[in-house]
């Protein structure tokens, strides 16, 4: 993962990173990133080792009671780390939400440290710089999703919720953006019981789902592809030699899914399935491909989107496994210097009204109802 950003980045990208960001020494045991808190720089690691924790907020003696039976005492658990080339701190330009979990220093290491205001303002400006920097932002994010999904399925918990929210993947993007999904899109019907897209195969496209729900669940075990293959070919009942795979979540109507169809040399962590019939726009992976490679516009925009998603799932496993989490209860009293992390900002207001307003457009234009 340490070449992702030398692969993604042009020479004047990394050049204007180096030009307005502040080489940073931080000693090892250093905290950089608070749990919890506000953060105000995106980090590039340039030399030395981090490591991410979270911390449970159990209050009281029961609290702790329950940290000690699930065998973690100390009420923080380490969920990953990262070395040379990785960006910390995303949250800070990609969502209004604290920082899920703390960042700090295993070893003496060097940061470049970019201001989040600066950097906001080059994607906003800078099309080809902000498609080039998302686009590496979500391989980074998938990373460690998948990390998150091997630490999910080891402690057996139940269903994660929603991955995205439709108003907020619409609102990202223009009138223009979803006319060309409309144009190059076709609908089809599915019926239930389908596999749309199955865990550690090639996406060949990218689905929005207009009406129905779908089930995603991922592998138990380590998938090597090329014995799963040889094992239905010597087997006379194919279901028999079928990997065994666990639901994590539901999809519902607005979702958008096997977005990572284009990035090229990732295969699905995912197996999707229809739970009932669906009603489905499918954009082909060529196509999304090369409308990407001409409208940069677009895939400022579009890149911009699937970061956010993975962001939101990153932020969602975390909360799923029971750590970091700050949301309001019915029957509390609301602080005001707490930030929950289910509040709505009043400044993604109007993106969500737009975006609900882009998707119920859509279902007229298909005449779905």
């Avoid at 749309?196 to 779908?214: A, C, D, H, P, T």
């Avoid at 750590?323 to 207001?349: A, N, P, R």
Wanted: glycine residues 6%; contains cysteine.
């Amino acid at each position: 993962m340490t070449d992702v950003l030398l692969q993604e980045l042009s020479n004047s990208d990394i050049e204007w990173l180096k030009n307005t960001g502040q080489t940073q020494r931080v000693a090892v045991n250093t905290l950089l990133i608070e749990q919890a808190k506000q953060v105000d720089f995106v980090y590039i690691i340039i030399q030395g080792e981090f490591i991410a924790t979270l911390t449970r907020h159990e209050k009281g003696r029961l609290g702790e009671v329950f940290a000690a039976l699930e065998d973690n005492q100390s009420l923080e658990q380490e969920i990953g780390k990262f070395s040379e080339g990785e960006i910390l701190g995303e949250m800070s330009f990609l969502e209004v939400n604290p920082a899920a979990n703390s960042i700090r220093a295993i070893a003496d290491s060097v940061v470049l440290s970019i201001p989040r205001e600066s950097l906001n303002q080059k994607l906003q400006q800078d099309y080809g710089f902000a498609a080039r920097f998302y686009r590496g932002m979500t391989i980074l994010l998938l990373e460690r999703f998948q990390h998150l999904i091997t630490l999910y399925l080891k402690k057996r918990l139940g269903q994660i919720a929603p991955l995205q929210e439709v108003s907020l993947i619409f609102g990202e993007l223009r009138d223009s953006d979803v006319d060309w999904f409309l144009q190059k899109g076709k609908l089809e019907t599915f019926p239930a019981n389908t596999v749309l897209i199955q865990s550690g195969e090639q996406v060949e496209n990218i689905y929005i789902l207009l009406q129905g729900v779908m089930n995603v669940s991922v592998s138990e075990q380590k998938k090597n592809r090329l014995n799963s293959i040889f094992a239905l070919l010597e087997s006379d009942d194919n279901t028999s030699s079928a990997p065994v795979e666990r639901e994590i979540g539901h999809i519902s109507r607005g979702e958008i899914v096997g977005e990572i169809a284009v990035l090229e040399s990732h295969r699905s962590y995912c197996t999707i399935k229809t739970l009932e019939n669906c009603s489905v726009l499918v954009i082909s992976r060529q196509q999304m491909i090369l409308k990407l490679q001409q409208d940069v516009g677009m895939a400022s925009r579009f890149y911009r989107v699937i970061a956010k998603l993975m962001s939101g799932r990153v932020q969602g496993m975390i909360s799923r496994l029971g750590f970091g989490k700050t949301s309001y209860s019915q029957g509390e009293t609301l602080s005001q210097d707490t930030t929950y992390e289910d509040e709505i900002d009043l400044d993604v207001m109007d993106n969500l009204t737009l975006g609900g307003a882009r998707f119920d457009w859509m279902l007229r234009r298909l005449k779905v109802s």
